[in-house]
């Protein structure tokens, strides 16, 4: 199985701030790589797939980036509603795996 | 507007069975694949299932696998889970979720979950 590791655990920053979190996988996804938000009581949400797609009415602020095994999620202008658990998941091969998660938190 | 409602949650002992299903709406159910994902209490996300679009192959991973069948009726726009020998580690909140449709390696919608509890 491909094994997902996600960092850091948890996070805070301001309001306006830049995060990035990472994700690598134990082996090379193709790009395969989705990002999701929950919040807490909610079902998770899509953010990106395939790496950087953008998934519609997604805010432009979120970005992702990576190839091969390392893959990045950027907030950009850090928002109040971007308080959440960000998950990245692969999608190359079964079974699907996810990383651990990022408790994102506003300083 | 997509929607999937999942249904069929609740208290249940260890070793027997329960099936859960979700009501697709608002896209061409039959054109998707679909699939569950879990999530235990306070604890992470775990992938559980994928059918594809006409149901002829499935996918588990081996924490499922033999005792978890996902199924699909596409004339009712609806998918299932038929959960066997159920364990204290099932216990999670089981989320129906769609697959993109050109790159099936995602999941681009989510119910909102049901809970299934496994306990004596």
């Known amino acids: 199985d491909i094994q997902m590791t996600q960092s850091p655990h948890s996070l805070s920053a301001s309001l306006g701030e830049t995060v990035s979190i990472e994700c690598l996988a134990s082996?090379?996804?193709?790009?395969?790589l989705a990002w999701y938000q929950q919040k807490p009581g909610k079902s998770p949400q899509l953010l990106i797939y395939?790496?950087?797609s953008l998934q519609d009415g997604v805010p432009s602020r979120f970005s992702g980036s990576g190839s091969g095994t390392q893959y990045s999620l950027k907030i950009s202008n850090m928002q109040p509603e971007d308080e959440g658990v960000y998950y990245c998941?692969?999608?190359?091969?079964?079974?699907?795996?996810f990383g651990s998660g990022t408790k994102l938190e506003i300083k | 507007e997509v929607q999937l409602v999942e249904s069929g949650g609740g208290l249940v002992q260890p070793g027997r069975s329960l099936k859960l299903s979700c009501a697709a709406s608002g896209f061409t159910f039959s054109n998707y694949y679909m699939a569950w994902v879990r999530q235990a209490p306070k604890k992470g996300l775990e992938w559980v299932a994928t059918?594809?679009?006409?149901?002829?192959?499935?996918y588990y991973p081996d924490s499922v696998k033999g005792r978890f069948t996902i199924s699909r009726d596409n004339a009712k726009s609806s998918l299932y889970l038929q959960m066997n020998s159920l364990k204290s580690e099932d216990t999670a909140t089981y989320y129906c979720?769609?697959?993109?449709?050109?790159?099936?390696?995602?999941?681009?919608?989510w119910g909102q979950g049901v809970m299934v509890t496994v306990s004596s």
């Open positions: 998941q692969q999608g190359y091969k079964y079974p699907f795996t």
């Open positions: 082996e090379g996804i193709s790009n395969y």
């Open positions: 395939y790496a950087s």
């Open positions: 979720a769609r697959l993109g449709l050109r790159i099936r390696g995602y999941f681009d919608y």
């Open positions: 059918i594809s679009t006409s149901g002829s192959r499935t």
